[in-house]
């Protein structure tokens, strides 16, 4: 297939494997095989990275473990969407210090997001000398590669410069459930919302061959995977690099046409390129799940202009009534951010109006923070951080009361959902999820985790629905 985007060749995934098999068989000499720990922190992305990591360990001969107690090798994968998620990676990586003292062979990696930032970079290579290996996002597919020259020759190796990142498969995955499961079906993005970091750590966007997406997917629903995430930072800008006229809705059409009993979302979708074309699919195939996160960001259109997220207010709420139509009872839920550089209180009111007018089914809500490198972290940013605090509590408040009101309406109904889990409460010994991805807490046998069964909804909290069993589980 003729494409834009680069994909690394056979050959050099080749010989990545070469790498993993040489220091298989060095770890094959050791007493006991060596174990190897990943932290992962940040996006869906990230967990599906991780689990690209741990199969390439894997395929080293480590033992994936979940402690980094101990462990030979260990990984930091790693965000930087906000201020706050950064400094837990240096707090926790600064005390990764005391364990390396007492195991001074043991192996630190810090790769993800915050590895594609310069000044990030820089403050690991001064201050922080028991890292021994960091490596951006585009630069995963290299991690034997890496390794092998950390351990081989123990010098400390920064693989930092930024790229724009090509297409890399065929390496080993290691997936750490059964029954859910992460697919990337694209990398990167291209859209520069102002404030965000995404475009410079994770390169521009490129998308997977349907046909490798499509395979994979058969290969999971052979494997009794029950609930599939297709994930990219912007999923509806699919196939905009391939040829052969792919894009987001017939991908996904095509995927709910592979057999067996299982359902499929995605995360996640940019307003302005979420199209009828889309929704229309949601609605004709029964795999895919009735859900949409559709991040909103603010309800104010001069905001949202600011943000560069190319939407009006009206087109979004356009957008909500044109998937209501086709979907009445789709679960819908966003993003949003409070305090972006130049709001002001009424301009945050809007964005109140806003979800009271929708009602999402659940809100992420987010306080801007300042990335360095977006053109937002240049604006002027007049408000105080009590002004932002306080803007941000009456949000939460409001989507509190939404959705507890939304959970309300479930009490009586039934609702097929997957039994997924162990619950930590004593008095509900499963979790499940609805089609919708609500999540319900019920008590019944642990041998039906895995099993899709219809529910009946008796309770509910702010947070979650409670129910019981209404039939025997198919
Ligand atoms: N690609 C996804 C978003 C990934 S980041 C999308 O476009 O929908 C997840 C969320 O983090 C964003 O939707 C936004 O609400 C929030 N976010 C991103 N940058 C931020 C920043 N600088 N400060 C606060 N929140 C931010
Ligand atoms: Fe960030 Fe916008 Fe891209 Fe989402 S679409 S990752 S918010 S730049
Ligand atoms: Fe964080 Fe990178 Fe995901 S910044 S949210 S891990 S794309």
């Known amino acids: 297939m003729n494409r834009t985007t680069p994909v690394i060749p056979a050959e050099d995934i080749q010989r990545q494997k070469e790498y993993c098999a040489e220091l298989r068989s060095l770890n094959a000499q050791r007493p006991a095989p060596p174990r190897a720990y990943v932290d992962t922190y940040g996006c869906q992305q990230n967990e599906a990275d991780s689990e690209l990591i741990r199969g390439m360990l894997a395929d080293m001969g480590y033992e994936i473990t979940g402690t980094d107690q101990g462990a030979d090798v260990i990984v930091i994968n790693t965000c930087a969407i906000r201020e706050h998620a950064e400094q837990r990676v240096f707090g926790n990586v600064g005390a990764l210090v005391h364990g390396k ?19 990030v970079a820089d403050r690991l290579r001064q201050s922080y000398r028991h890292v021994d290996l960091v490596f951006g ?7 034997p590669e890496f390794l092998r020259r950390v351990l ?17 498969e065929g390496l080993p995955v290691y997936r750490s459930g059964r029954l859910k499961a992460w697919v990337s ?53 699919y196939g905009k690099d391939l040829e052969g006229g792919w894009d987001f809705p017939r991908l996904l059409e095509e995927a709910a046409g592979i057999p067996g009993d299982f359902l499929l979302r995605f995360m996640t979708s940019h307003p302005k390129d979420a199209t009828e074309k889309l929704f229309d699919v949601m609605a004709r195939c029964e795999k895919a799940a009735p859900v949409i996160h559709l991040p909103f960001q603010s309800g104010n259109t001069r905001v949202l202009t600011a943000m560069n997220r190319r939407y009006t207010r009206e ?85 509190n009361r939404i959705s507890l009101e939304k959970h309300q309406a479930y009490i009586g109904t039934v609702q097929r959902c997957l039994i997924d889990g162990l619950g930590e409460d004593p008095r509900h010994g499963l979790t499940a999820r609805t089609a919708g991805g609500r999540l ?13 069964a219809d529910i009946r909804i008796t309770d509910c909290s702010t947070w979650a629905l409670f129910g019981e069993l209404d039939a025997e589980p198919s």
């Open 101 to 119: 003292r007492k195991k001074p062979d043991q192996v630190i990696c810090l790769c993800g997001c915050m590895a594609q930032e310069a000044h």
């Open 137 to 143: 996002p585009q630069q995963l597919w290299r991690f």
């Open 152 to 168: 081989l020759r123990r010098g400390r190796v920064f693989e930092t410069a930024p790229v724009d990142g090509a297409i890399a």
């Open 185 to 237: 079906i694209m990398y990167g993005c291209n859209n520069f919302c102002s404030y965000c970091i995404v475009p410079y750590t994770r390169g521009r966007e490129r998308s997977r061959e349907p046909e490798i997406i499509l395979k994979e997917l058969k290969e999971l629903a052979e494997q009794g995977y029950k609930d599939i995430t297709l994930l990219g930072q912007n999923v509806n800008s």
């Open 315 to 399: 087109q979004y709420l356009e957008k909500v009534a044109a998937l209501r139509a086709r979907i009445p009872d789709v679960v819908l839920t966003s993003d949003v951010i409070v305090g972006f550089p130049g709001e002001t209180t009424p301009e945050f009111e809007d964005t109140l109006s806003l979800i009271e007018a929708v009602r999402f089914d659940a809100l992420f809500t987010f306080i801007y923070s300042p990335r360095k490198g977006t053109p937002a972290a240049e604006m002027d940013d007049p408000m105080s951080k009590e002004e932002k605090s306080a803007n941000f509590d009456r949000l939460v408040a409001a989507q």
């Open 440 to 452: 319900v807490h019920l008590d019944g046998d642990p041998s039906l985790i895995g099993r899709f």
